[in-house]
C-alpha cells in the first residue's frame, strides 16, 4: 500500500490495496459482531477505517500520477503504453468499489442494535384484601376460578390460616379462613382424582385437606423427621402425593388416599447450604411422559432432575439438571411441550427453559417499583405460578425477611418489599417469544 505511491510505479495499486484492507476489516467486524465479541471491535475498525481513508484519498481526493504517464497513456515499467481509456477504467473500478466500502463502514458507525428477550407484559390479575400479605401458593379450578393462599409472616402463628378464591377475572369471590392450620401455608393444589383440595403448612408441617367454602380441614399427611420444612406439592397420573421438604432435603410421598408420607427421595442436591432463606427443594412437576420430576432448589439456584420409571413410580438418581436458573428459583410448572416454566424470586421473572438441555428460551416480566397504591408493579418476590387460559398467574410474595429473621439475611427485594401496601396476583401471556440471536 505504500510503495506504489511512494515510487509512483502503478500508484493505483495504492487505494486498491486500501480497500481491499479496508474489506478484510469490515468483514472482521461482521464476524466479532455475529460472535457476540464487541471487545474485538476497535481494532478492526479504527484500522478499517484507516485504510478506507487512505483508498479514498489516493483515488479521489488526491491521486498520485504514474512516473510513466504521458499524454498519449501511461507506460509501464518495460515502455508499454497503456492506453487512456485502461487507465480511467481502473479508476473507476476503484472508485465504485471504494464507495461501496465506505457505505459499509458508515453502516457500523451507526449504533448497533442487541437483541434482548422480549419479556411481555406483566398486568395485575388481583388484589388481596388490604391487611392480608404475602400471597404463595396459587391453583385453579375447572371453572377459572383461582384459590391462593398466603405466608402469614403479619400474623400470629396461633392464627388461622388464610385461603382467597377469585373468579377469572381476578375479583374475590370469598375469604376463607382455614381452621386447624397456621398461618404459613405455601402451596396447595385440587388432587385431579378425588377434587380433594391439598394445602401444605409449612409452620405445622403437614398437608391438610381443606374444603375451600367453609375452610374445615382435615389432615391429609404426616411426616417425620428434625425440623421438616414442606414446601412444594404435586400428583403423578395415579394421584399419588409428592411434597418437597426444603429443610431436609426430602421428597415425601403418600398414596391418593393420604396418611404417614414415606421419604421417596432424599438428596443432598435438594438441601439449602445457601441462605437467606435456607430453603432448600421447593416447587416440583413431572414431565408430560412421568419419566423425570424436576425440583427447584431455591437456595443453591439450581434445578434437580430426578428420573423416574416403574408403576409405582420409582425415583433414579438426582442430577443437577441446570446451574443459576435464574435468581431464587421457587415454583415450577410444565407445559404441553415439556418447557419448564420457573417462578425465580429475586430476579423477579418467570424464566422458561427448554427440556432436553436446560436451555433458557424465555425470560418474562420484571419489578417496575411500587404504585402509588402501594402495590408492586410487575413481578416483586415471584413465587407460584399456573396456567390459566392463554395467562400465566404468579403470585407475588413481596417478602421482607429481614423483618422477622434480621437484617443478616437481607435480600435485594426485601427493601422493595417493606414498601408493599397491597399485595398482588400478576398475570402475563403464556407466550415464549423468539430467542434473541
Same mark, same amino acid.
Given at each position: 500500500?505504500?510503495?506504489?505511491?511512494?515510487?509512483?510505479?502503478?500508484?493505483?495499486?495504492?487505494?486498491?490495496?486500501?480497500?481491499?484492507?479496508?474489506?478484510?476489516?469490515?468483514?472482521?467486524?461482521?464476524?466479532?459482531?455475529?460472535?457476540?465479541?464487541?471487545?474485538?471491535?476497535?481494532?478492526?475498525? +479504527?484500522?478499517?477505517?484507516?485504510?478506507?481513508?487512505?483508498?479514498?484519498?489516493?483515488?479521489?481526493?488526491?491521486?498520485?500520477?504514474?512516473?510513466?504517464?504521458?499524454?498519449?497513456?501511461?507506460?509501464?515499467?518495460?515502455?508499454?503504453?497503456?492506453?487512456?481509456?485502461?487507465?480511467?477504467?481502473?479508476?473507476?473500478?476503484?472508485?465504485?468499489?471504494?464507495?461501496?466500502?465506505?457505505?459499509?463502514?458508515?453502516?457500523?458507525?451507526?449504533?448497533?442494535?442487541?437483541?434482548?428477550?422480549?419479556?411481555?407484559?406483566?398486568?395485575?390479575?388481583?388484589?388481596?384484601?388490604?391487611?392480608?400479605?404475602? /400471597?404463595?401458593?396459587?391453583?385453579?379450578?375447572?371453572?377459572?376460578?383461582?384459590? !391462593? @393462599?398466603? @405466608?402469614?409472616?403479619?400474623?400470629?402463628?396461633?392464627?388461622?390460616?388464610?385461603? #382467597? &378464591? #377469585?373468579?377469572?377475572?381476578?375479583? %374475590? %369471590?370469598?375469604?376463607?379462613?382455614?381452621?386447624?392450620?397456621?398461618?404459613?401455608?405455601?402451596?396447595?393444589?385440587?388432587?385431579?382424582?378425588?377434587?380433594?383440595?391439598?394445602?401444605?403448612?409449612?409452620?405445622?408441617?403437614?398437608?391438610?385437606?381443606?374444603?375451600?367454602?367453609?375452610?374445615?380441614? $382435615?389432615? #391429609?399427611?404426616? &411426616?417425620?423427621?428434625?425440623?421438616?420444612?414442606?414446601?412444594?406439592?404435586?400428583?403423578?397420573?395415579?394421584?399419588?402425593?409428592?411434597?418437597?421438604?426444603?429443610?431436609?432435603?426430602?421428597?415425601?410421598?403418600?398414596?391418593?388416599?393420604?396418611?404417614?408420607?414415606?421419604?421417596?427421595?432424599? *438428596?443432598?442436591?435438594?438441601?439449602?447450604?445457601?441462605?437467606?432463606?435456607?430453603?432448600?427443594?421447593? =416447587?416440583?412437576?413431572?414431565?408430560?411422559?412421568?419419566?423425570?420430576?424436576?425440583?427447584?432448589?431455591?437456595?443453591?439456584?439450581?434445578?434437580?432432575?430426578?428420573?423416574?420409571?416403574?408403576? /409405582?413410580?420409582?425415583?433414579?438418581?438426582?442430577? &443437577?439438571?441446570?446451574?443459576?436458573?435464574?435468581? =431464587?428459583?421457587?415454583?415450577?410448572?410444565?407445559?404441553?411441550?415439556?418447557?419448564?416454566?420457573?417462578?425465580?424470586?429475586? *430476579?423477579?421473572? +418467570?424464566? +422458561?427453559?427448554?427440556?432436553?438441555?436446560?436451555? +433458557?428460551?424465555?425470560?418474562?416480566?420484571?419489578?417496575?417499583?411500587?404504585?402509588?397504591?402501594?402495590?408492586?408493579?410487575?413481578?416483586?418476590?415471584?413465587?407460584?405460578?399456573?396456567?390459566?387460559?392463554?395467562? @400465566? %398467574?404468579?403470585?407475588?410474595?413481596?417478602?421482607?425477611?429481614?423483618?422477622?429473621?434480621?437484617? *443478616?439475611?437481607?435480600? &435485594?427485594? =426485601? /427493601?422493595?418489599?417493606?414498601?408493599?401496601?397491597?399485595?398482588? !396476583? $400478576?398475570?402475563?401471556?403464556?407466550?415464549?417469544?423468539?430467542?434473541?440471536?
Amino acid at each position: 500500500m505504500i510503495l506504489p505511491a511512494a515510487t509512483r510505479i502503478e500508484p493505483m495499486l495504492t487505494p486498491f490495496t486500501g480497500a481491499g484492507l479496508a474489506t478484510a476489516m469490515l468483514l472482521a467486524t461482521i464476524f466479532h459482531i455475529s460472535h457476540g465479541e464487541f471487545r474485538a471491535l476497535p481494532g478492526p475498525l +479504527v484500522l478499517g477505517y484507516l485504510a478506507a481513508f487512505v483508498a479514498w484519498g489516493r483515488a479521489m481526493k488526491a491521486p498520485i500520477a504514474s512516473r510513466y504517464q504521458s499524454r498519449g497513456g501511461a507506460l509501464g515499467e518495460r515502455g508499454f503504453s497503456l492506453p487512456l481509456k485502461k487507465q480511467t477504467m481502473r479508476m473507476t473500478i476503484a472508485k465504485t468499489s471504494l464507495t461501496l466500502l465506505l457505505a459499509g463502514l458508515a453502516t457500523l458507525a451507526s449504533p448497533i442494535t442487541v437483541h434482548a428477550f422480549d419479556r411481555g407484559k406483566v398486568e395485575r390479575f388481583a388484589t388481596l384484601p388490604p391487611g392480608e400479605a404475602n /400471597p404463595e401458593g396459587i391453583d385453579a379450578d375447572a371453572d377459572g376460578n383461582v384459590y !391462593v @393462599v398466603t @405466608v402469614g409472616a403479619n400474623k400470629p402463628d396461633t392464627s388461622p390460616g388464610s385461603l #382467597f &378464591v #377469585f373468579d377469572p377475572n381476578g375479583k %374475590l %369471590l370469598r375469604t376463607v379462613h382455614t381452621k386447624g392450620t397456621s398461618p404459613w401455608l405455601l402451596d396447595l393444589r385440587f388432587q385431579p382424582n378425588t377434587g380433594k383440595l391439598l394445602v401444605v403448612d409449612y409452620k405445622n408441617p403437614k398437608v391438610f385437606a381443606v374444603d375451600p367454602k367453609t375452610g374445615a380441614t $382435615s389432615v #391429609f399427611m404426616t &411426616v417425620t423427621g428434625e425440623h421438616p420444612g414442606l414446601d412444594g406439592l404435586t400428583y403423578d397420573a395415579d394421584g399419588n402425593v409428592y411434597v418437597t421438604d426444603a429443610h431436609q432435603g426430602i421428597i415425601w410421598r403418600v398414596g391418593k388416599e393420604g396418611g404417614a408420607a414415606t421419604a421417596w427421595v432424599t *438428596s443432598p442436591l435438594l438441601k439449602p447450604t445457601r441462605p437467606p432463606p435456607a430453603i432448600g427443594a421447593n =416447587g416440583l412437576a413431572f414431565n408430560k411422559e412421568h419419566t423425570a420430576l424436576f425440583v427447584a432448589n431455591t437456595a443453591q439456584d439450581t434445578i434437580i432432575k430426578i428420573p423416574v420409571s416403574g408403576s /409405582p413410580l420409582e425415583p433414579g438418581t438426582p442430577e &443437577v439438571f441446570v446451574n443459576r436458573a435464574g435468581g =431464587g428459583p421457587d415454583g415450577i410448572i410444565i407445559d404441553e411441550h415439556d418447557n419448564i416454566w420457573i417462578a425465580c424470586n429475586q *430476579s423477579d421473572e +418467570v424464566m +422458561v427453559l427448554e427440556p432436553k438441555q436446560g436451555r +433458557v428460551i424465555a425470560k418474562l416480566g420484571d419489578f417496575g417499583g411500587i404504585g402509588k397504591d402501594g402495590a408492586p408493579i410487575g413481578f416483586l418476590w415471584s413465587n407460584s405460578l399456573v396456567f390459566h387460559g392463554d395467562d @400465566v %398467574l404468579v403470585t407475588n410474595l413481596s417478602a421482607d425477611i429481614s423483618a422477622t429473621m434480621g437484617p *443478616s439475611l437481607r435480600t &435485594v427485594d =426485601g /427493601p422493595w418489599a417493606a414498601q408493599v401496601k397491597l399485595h398482588t !396476583v $400478576s398475570k402475563i401471556k403464556k407466550r415464549i417469544p423468539g430467542v434473541p440471536e
